[in-house]
């Protein structure tokens, strides 16, 4: 079946440090795929989705790109800031349901 | 727009009670509402499909006795917890989709925690 295979955490970075978290996945067709935020106290938030294969989703200086050749989606920022702390997950959707990763804690430091 | 709620954010029930959490799709026709449940320091768990109308598809593992969902409307979808024990304390989270989308909208996530 869909799996989701995230870098586990937990993962410590500096202020301004480059981030990356590792995600490869298994499916069958052509899934969508996403990364989730779940700040402290609060429900997942979607972060960025990519549709198809070489698309790349970004927001908030996060970006990740969609790469069927390794079945990776990679999140990566340049420039981590104290309040990026917080757990994400790696997710893809086929048309029936949604496979996460683990998701992987970060803690950002000033 | 999309957005989905949930009811009631946190709940603390005795061992033995039945508790009722519901989904709301606010802004938009959800004919597909998932229910999963999240373990402290693990990724969410898919525990039942549900499509308005029909009877929920769990999945293995899931005692479809213990979660009964419903999804009367294409606005509301419910899962109540029946005779909860501790064990059940989780997080659960609710999503949503509307036909042809292969996107889901979460809801905020409900606390449940029995003593």
């Known amino acids: 079946g869909d799996s989701v295979t995230q870098m586990e955490g937990p993962v410590t970075l500096s202020e301004e440090a480059f981030l990356t978290i590792n995600c490869t996945y298994t499916?069958?067709?052509?899934?969508?795929l996403f990364w989730y935020v779940q700040y402290p106290g609060e429900g997942l938030q979607l972060l960025l989705k990519?549709?198809?294969?070489?698309d790349k989703g970004s927001n908030k200086g996060f970006e990740a790109t969609y790469r069927k050749e390794t079945t990776s989606f990679h999140l990566e920022k340049g420039s981590v800031q104290v309040s990026d702390s917080a757990v994400y997950f790696c997710?893809?959707?086929?048309?029936?349901?949604?496979?996460f990763g683990a998701g992987t804690r970060l803690t950002v430091k000033p | 727009g999309a957005v989905v709620s949930q009811h009631p954010s946190r709940v603390i029930c005795k061992s033995g009670t039945s508790v009722k959490i519901e989904c709301r799709s606010l802004?938009?026709?959800?004919?597909?509402m998932f229910w999963y449940r999240q373990f402290p320091k693990q990724s969410l768990m898919l525990m039942a499909t549900?499509?308005?109308?029909?009877?929920?598809?769990?999945e293995q593992g899931v005692e479809k006795d213990k979660f009964l969902i419903n999804h009367a409307s294409l606005t509301l979808s419910t899962l109540t917890v029946t005779s909860a024990h501790p064990e059940d304390s989780s997080f659960y989270i609710c999503?949503?989709?509307?036909?042809?989308?292969?996107?889901?909208?979460f809801g905020p996530g409900t606390r449940l925690t029995v003593l």
């Open positions: 999503s949503a989709e509307t036909s042809g989308q292969n996107e889901q909208f």
């Open positions: 499916a069958t067709g052509y899934p969508s």
């Open positions: 990519a549709t198809k294969a070489d």
């Open positions: 997710a893809l959707s086929g048309w029936n349901d949604m496979r």
């Open positions: 802004d938009f026709q959800a004919t597909t």
């Open positions: 549900s499509n308005e109308g029909s009877k929920a598809t769990y």
